[in-house]
Every structure is written in structure tokens, then in C-alpha cells.
């Protein structure tokens, strides 16, 4: 996934650092499976690995390759990018504290769900070690360093939201692409991600049907387990005519799709045991000069900031008003544009590179 791994890319170009990263060489996400190849123009040292149950990222874990890098490498940091709780942490601090016990050891959270129900003993258990063998937590979000915090981590905390690589996803023309998929003439809104009820893509499709005056198109780009009942809905609403539906693509060719759109729209809504984390789309649209509108829930609003727009989840006909809102004023979505492109230099992965680094020299000389 080559749009998601600049940052360490980036901070292996300086001068003072080697970097070497251990990432599994297959894995299993939003219904397809990816397969790491490695980048012969960068100057990581990139290690694929076998892994187990891919796809499950708090149970998976290396079957071999892993241990030579703790052993011989002996590196200064250690950054895992996976949750405190999952098996791959576990397996890394016992390598760290065999082999490198040295090591300052640094972990990645998305934490969005301040319950223990989520959380067996086993998964319990194995944080407490790792919280014990951590200097610095990478929290996505204030909310996740929060929910960190009740979990029990007293140590050092910085919140790094995730990046986007603006060198892929930008504003380009994809005229051709649009006629293919039909979507010549008339507003064009857009989703782009799992088609799963937590989504809140049916919220969409009956906000379609909800629309007064000209209708908008939509093109709903993803897989997932509802798909199936989120087609049949539009069928029932009288609105499967107006909607393109397009599989999982790989994520080179996202920001493509993303440029076929007049407007994104990220309608997820809260369960007990799920809420949008983050909703990296968002920050991908604004980059492709796409102006986005985004449900209330957990981090969206605090993504889209004053770039874009918000509506009460699940609610239907507030976003539908949101969609004829930008659909007949220009004004207001070049104003969208004008703030998303600002907000995106908070998120590109050369702004984040550069402060993970520094994050790294402030571990070592501490």
C-alpha cells in the first residue's frame, strides 16, 4: 500500500538514521488482499514477512523473519505500529527484552471506544506489559490519548493523525473515467470505503431520495458484507438508477475515483462498539480538491474542522440538505476547497515524517 508507507520512506532519507521495516507480506483488509512489494527507490530496508491470521490486526503475528532484526540490528527505537493489546506487540517486547533491552520502544494506538467489554484478560494483560516496556505513545487522536490514559498508560504521549501522499492523491483530470462510468452531466456525490451497516451508506442512499430539485448522482465505491441490502434499499427508495456502484479498488487508483466526485460524503454512524476513529477519506478528498461533508461522528467533525461540512448522524434529511446546499452554491464549494487544501499541510506525510523525526531525536537525547 504504497500511498500509506511515504512517512517512513521520508525519514530514512536523513542522514543520520537507518531504518528497517519488518511489515507482513500479505495481509487481508476491506475485502482484498494486499501484497507488499518492496520500493527499490526508497532507503528503508524493507523486510516482508510471513505472518497468521491476516486481516485480524490485534491477532496476527509473525511466524518467522522477525527475530534476526531484534538480534543483530540492535536498533535504537523501536516503533510498532499496532495496538498496545495485540499479539504482535506482545511478540515484539519479549524480542525487545531478549535481544535489545536497550531499545526505546514506541507503539501506534487508533483507540475510539472507552469500554473493557471490547477487551478479554489475555488482551489486558499483554497492554500492561507493553505500557511497562514504553517511553512514547502515538495516539491517533487527543480522544485516543484520553481513552489511553483510562487504560492505565502513564508515560509520554504525542497525537499523530494519519497522512495522506499528495504526490497520488491531488486534482487531475479524469474526464475519460467519468463517461465510462456514466457520470457525465449533473452532480456527482461520492463514498469511498467498506459497505458495512457502521458506515452509514444507507444513510446516503436515502439521502438520494430525500433531495428536492435536480437529483445528484452517487457513486459508491467499496465492498463489504451489506452490500447486497444496501442495493436492494436503493431499489425500494426508487434511486438504483441514479447510483454507480464500483468494487474495492487498489488504493493507487482511490484518488482517480475520488476526482470523479463533486463531493464526498462520509456518513458513519456510532455503535456500541464502534465509532469513526479518524475517516483518513476526508483528508484524501480535500487533497483532490473535493469538498466533503461528514457525519457527527467520533473524530469526523474534528477532522473536517471548518473545511467542510457536518450533519447529525443517521440522519437522512440533513444530509441530503447538505448535498443540495453544495450542489447549488459554487461559491460555497470553492470556499471548501480553498480551506480543505490549507488543512490538508497538517496531514501530508512529509509534515508528519518531519515531527515523528524530531519525536525520535527528543527519545534519544532524553
Known amino acids: 500500500m504504497k500511498p500509506y508507507r511515504r512517512k517512513f520512506a521520508l525519514i530514512a532519507e536523513k542522514p543520520d538514521v537507518t531504518l528497517r521495516v519488518v511489515t507482513p507480506e500479505r495481509w487481508y483488509e476491506s475485502f482484498q488482499e494486499i501484497v507488499f512489494e518492496p520500493d527499490a527507490n526508497t532507503r528503508c530496508e524493507e523486510f516482508p514477512c510471513p505472518i497468521r491470521f491476516s486481516g485480524y490486526g490485534s491477532r496476527f503475528y509473525y511466524r518467522r523473519g522477525l527475530m534476526p532484526h531484534f538480534r543483530d540490528f540492535h536498533p535504537d527505537i523501536i516503533h510498532l505500529e499496532e495496538e498496545a493489546w495485540s499479539l504482535n506487540a506482545l511478540q515484539t517486547v519479549r524480542l525487545k527484552r531478549k ?12 483507540l475510539s471506544i472507552p469500554t473493557k467489554q471490547r477487551f478479554g484478560r489475555v488482551p489486558v494483560w499483554i497492554e500492561r506489559r507493553v505500557f511497562r516496556e514504553t517511553e512514547l505513545a502515538f495516539p491517533l487522536s487527543d480522544n485516543a490519548g484520553e481513552i489511553l490514559v483510562q487504560r492505565g498508560y502513564t ?18 483530470d479524469v474526464r475519460e473515467l467519468r463517461d465510462s462510468l456514466g457520470l457525465t452531466g449533473g452532480f456527482v456525490v461520492g463514498y469511498v470505503g467498506r459497505l458495512l451497516q ?56 482511490v484518488p482517480a475515483y475520488i476526482n470523479c466526485m463533486d463531493a464526498l460524503v462520509l456518513p458513519s454512524r456510532t455503535t456500541p462498539g464502534w465509532v469513526e476513529f479518524f475517516g483518513r477519506v476526508l483528508i484524501e478528498a480535500m487533497a483532490c480538491e473535493v469538498p466533503v461533508i461528514g457525519s457527527d461522528s467520533g473524530e469526523i467533525p474534528h477532522v473536517i474542522a471548518d473545511a467542510g461540512l457536518v450533519f447529525p448522524e443517521a440522519d437522512a434529511l440533513a444530509l441530503a440538505a447538505c448535498i443540495q446546499r453544495l450542489a447549488h452554491d459554487e461559491t460555497r464549494r470553492e470556499e471548501l476547497i480553498a480551506r480543505g487544501l490549507a488543512r490538508v499541510e497538517n496531514f501530508t506525510w512529509e509534515t508528519i515524517a518531519e515531527r515523528t523525526y524530531q519525536e525520535y531525536q527528543q527519545l534519544l537525547e532524553a
Open 99 to 110: 535481544f535489545c533491552p536497550n531499545s526505546r520502544f514506541i507503539f501506534r494506538t487508533s
Open 155 to 172: 508515560g509520554r504521549q504525542v497525537p499523530f493523525p494519519n497522512g495522506v501522499d499528495t504526490r497520488i492523491f491531488h486534482k487531475r
Open 198 to 253: 457502521m458506515k452509514g451508506v444507507n444513510t446516503l442512499i436515502e439521502a438520494g431520495a430525500h433531495e428536492q430539485g435536480t437529483p445528484c448522482k452517487l457513486l459508491i465505491v467499496g465492498q463489504g458484507e451489506d452490500g447486497a441490502m444496501l442495493r436492494q434499499t436503493a431499489e425500494t427508495l426508487g434511486i438504483a438508477d441514479r447510483i454507480v456502484w464500483v468494487d474495492a479498488v487498489p488504493p493507487e487508483e
